[in-house]
């Protein structure tokens, strides 16, 4: 299936240490499982230029990894510095990835992030990578040169694609996410294709526990996810509003949670939709918590003004 984002792209985190740590207490204080999992569903495909995936990994409503299309070509973006001294036109396809809240699992010496098996345990004896040229990491890339102008021939160079996602189907990233010195582990399951341009998200998973590791695929413990297509919270002044859109349940819980991890609010989700008034609460951060009794959850960080 073919999405075309329409979110826009953010070039860093924003997210502080306090609205994280809100969102981890909050998550950590339910008696559910240890696995935050988000089933991207249905899959999410990108092959246009510029087109990217943005990954809240702890659906904090903040960007944590983008996975991003770059594909173009042109005449002139390759120079030879030796005798012929030609520019030459040329050909770049690639799928990359951004880390603004972590690290990428992958090789040290260029920064390509390895493609796992299930199975394969994501904790702190894997190498992770925060940096890289042009601060991307190369998924799989593809660099050639198509036309030597000066003689009015052609020229192939790099045809192999370089990195480890190449033609890979259902493979896993290991992603680090950290947290004010704290780091969490989780994996994301990608297929990327043949012309390393083109990549597929499928799903993805976080350890909600700090310092423990996660096996790609991993589903002990796992609950899914409400979609924003399902259910959103905002807030307004003191005001948070729950907006139910598709969201076939009942019984579900609805919490607010204050930055030291307390309960300032607590109900049972209306399926009309619900105002919640937080007039006697200090200004800040607060995360709204939605529980189903099919252990989907729903969070999201708001900001309440008094």
Do not use: C
Request: proline share 2%.
């Amino acid at each position: 299936m073919k999405i075309t984002p329409t979110n826009k792209f953010k070039s860093s985190k924003l997210a502080s240490y306090s609205t994280m740590a809100g969102a981890f207490i909050a998550l950590s204080s339910s008696a559910y499982g240890q696995v935050l999992y988000t089933d991207v569903n249905p899959d999410e495909t990108y092959s246009e230029n510029g087109e990217f995936y943005e990954l809240d990994l702890n659906l904090d409503g903040d960007v944590d990894f983008a996975i991003k299309v770059v594909d173009f070509s042109a005449a002139g973006i390759f120079t030879s510095t030796g005798t012929l001294g030609n520019t030459w036109g040329g050909v770049i396809k690639a799928a990359v990835v951004y880390s603004y809240n972590g690290a990428i699992g992958g090789s040290t010496t260029n920064y390509w992030p390895y493609a796992l098996n299930e199975g394969v345990s994501v904790d702190s004896d894997m190498n992770f990578n925060t940096n890289a040229t042009y601060g991307t990491q190369v998924l799989a890339l593809y660099l050639g040169i198509q036309d030597l102008y000066s003689s009015g021939g052609t020229l192939a160079f790099f045809t192999q694609p370089l990195g480890n996602w190449e033609g890979k189907t259902e493979k896993f990233l290991a992603l680090r996410l950290e947290d004010g010195g704290a780091d969490y582990y989780g994996w994301a399951r990608l297929s990327v294709d043949d012309n390393s341009h083109e990549f597929t998200i499928h799903d993805y998973a976080l350890k909600q526990s700090q310092d423990t590791p996660i096996e790609t695929g991993a589903t002990v413990g796992v609950h899914s996810v409400i979609q924003n297509n399902q259910l959103t919270a905002y807030s307004f002044g003191s005001t948070i509003n729950l907006v139910v859109k598709d969201l076939q349940t009942n019984g579900a819980t609805v919490k607010v949670y204050n930055m030291a991890g307390q309960v300032v609010f607590q109900n049972e989700l209306n399926l009309s939709g619900m105002q919640i008034n937080l007039d006697q609460a200090a200004t800040g951060n607060y995360t709204v918590q939605v529980v189903t009794v099919e252990d989907a959850v729903y969070n999201k960080t708001v900001n309440i003004q008094n």
